[in-house]
């Protein structure tokens, strides 16, 4: 059976991530594919348990190394028990985040070291890696202020400005690096002209 396709969107706060995740979704079933939707670090029961830790205002003093340890946890539960399986019996995989996350908010935001993230993303998914990313790019101040209108804050919310532009430039860099894998998408816009870009990108890739 042929291998479904693999696309994850990536993006930092207040990007409009999980409102494009739909209209990608509907765009791809109604080209007749089978999607499966599903996010970072979660999408299996025990990844959104560690999601929950991770995210949780109370657990301000975890530490940088178990952060990245536990989103690698979490991507390894997912990999084995959905996003393997889905892509194996020809499904496509929608993913809200995946490892460019890590690359920018534990390696550009918290400043781990890329040796660390680079062995433990062999360890974990070797060579498997999206056929497509969308990386959804806008000023750190305007992302800021529209998750600020969104949600409460969760733990990665409440960090500096400088974290997330460093965030942002780690992103840029990952997209530098691949741009046969990456299409980055001006998210300043309004929702109907990012939609419009991410189109263009599915007909000109995908075909």
């Not at 889905?86 to 995989?93: H, I, K, P, S």
């Amino acid at each position: 059976m042929k291998r479904g396709k693999f696309i994850t969107v990536e993006g930092g706060e207040g990007a409009g991530k999980s409102t494009m995740m739909v209209r990608l979704e509907e765009w791809l079933k109604s080209a007749g594919h089978r999607v499966v939707c599903t996010r970072e670090p979660g999408g299996t029961v025990l990844a959104e348990k560690l999601r929950d830790i991770l995210l949780d205002n109370n657990n301000l003093a975890l530490s940088g190394q178990a952060e990245l340890l536990l989103m690698f946890a979490a991507r390894a539960q997912h990999l084995e028990e959905l996003i393997r399986p889905a892509l194996a019996r020809g499904d496509w995989v929608l993913c809200d985040r995946f490892t460019d996350a890590t690359w920018a908010y534990q390696g550009g935001g918290r400043r781990l070291p890329d040796g660390d993230i680079a062995t433990l993303e062999t360890l974990v998914h070797d060579d498997l890696q999206p056929d497509l990313t969308l990386l959804l790019d806008l000023p750190v101040e305007q992302g800021l202020q529209r998750a600020s209108a969104r949600s409460a804050a969760d733990r990665f919310e409440q960090e500096s400005r400088r974290f997330f532009e460093r965030v942002r430039e780690a992103y840029l860099d990952r997209a530098r690096l691949a741009p046969e894998r990456f299409a980055v998408i001006d998210a300043s816009r309004n929702a109907e002209n990012v939609w419009s870009q991410i189109e263009s990108v599915l007909r000109e890739r995908l075909a």
